[in-house]
Antibody, heavy 123, light 110 residues
Framework: EVQLVQSGAEVKKPGESLKISCKGS????????IGWVRQMPGKGLEWMGI????????RYSPSFQGQVTISADKSISTAYLQWSSLKASDTAMYYC????????????????WGQGTLVTVSS | SYELTQPPSVSVSPGQTARITCSGD??????AYWYQQKPGQAPVLVIY???ERPSGIPERFSGSSSGTTVTLTISGVQAEDEADYYC?????????????FGGGTKLTVL
């Protein structure tokens, strides 16, 4: 079974750093892109970026470029999302998801999703 | 970048048909995908490539596309279908990659 398991909830203060994780299993972790998606409280889904664990090639949404860093350690099948200085506005649920693709048609979709990591930033 | 527009809410009675639309100028050139998100849960893919249904998704879920609008149809709605539904599209070319989600539609089963 393809599965993505994310790290647990975090409570941080503004200005602190944070790195959350997403561990894949049940498939070849280095052969699929992994994406990160933000969901602020009571709001919709926002795409943040993707990484290809095979070579760490990374693409960011313009809205999140420079705000977060996406990385991966293929030796332990884990992708990461990190902040160097958190803000209260970073309070949200963060999901990782495997990017499925159809090479012939160029189609891209997210399946499956991790269970989510709730990040709360408050003084 | 482009946008995907969904109605904020749709309401139907059990057993009726629910139709949730998603509009965007890029949709004639790009596939659309649909996700179901129940309260406190992660999103789940219910339709991919406009009208394909993943294994394990009930047959009452279907998708269609016409011009700049794609539609998620749930036939014979059940109480368990009450959830938020999001459409998504993606644009990739060479090193360029961008994903857009619609704002989401809350389906209420009356």
């Amino acid at each position: 079974e393809v599965q993505l398991v994310q790290s647990g909830a975090e409570v941080k203060k503004p200005g602190e750093s944070l790195k959350i994780s997403c561990k894949g299993s049940g498939y070849s972790f280095t052969s699929y892109w992994i994406g990160w998606v933000r969901q602020m409280p009571g709001k919709g889904l926002e795409w943040m970026g993707i990484i290809y664990p095979g070579d760490s090639d990374t693409r960011y949404s313009p809205s999140f470029q420079g705000q977060v860093t996406i990385s991966a350690d293929k030796s332990i099948s884990t992708a990461y999302l990190q902040w160097s200085s958190l803000k209260a506005s970073d309070t949200a649920m963060y999901y990782c998801a495997r990017l499925a693709d159809d090479i012939l048609t160029g189609a891209n979709w997210f399946d499956p999703w991790g269970q989510g990591t709730l990040v709360t930033v408050s003084s | 970048s482009y946008e995907l527009t969904q109605p904020p809410s749709v309401s139907v009675s059990p057993g009726q048909t629910a139709r949730i639309t998603c509009s965007g100028d890029a949709l004639p050139k790009q596939y659309a995908y649909w996700y179901q998100q129940k309260p406190g849960q992660a999103p789940v893919l219910v339709i991919y490539k406009d009208s394909e249904r993943p294994s394990g998704i009930p047959e009452r879920f279907s998708g269609s596309s016409s011009g700049t609008t794609v539609t998620l149809t749930i036939s014979g709605v059940q109480a368990e279908d009450e959830a938020d539904y999001y459409c998504q599209s993606a644009d990739s070319s060479g090193t360029y990659f961008h994903v857009v989600f619609g704002g989401g539609t809350k389906l209420t089963v009356l």
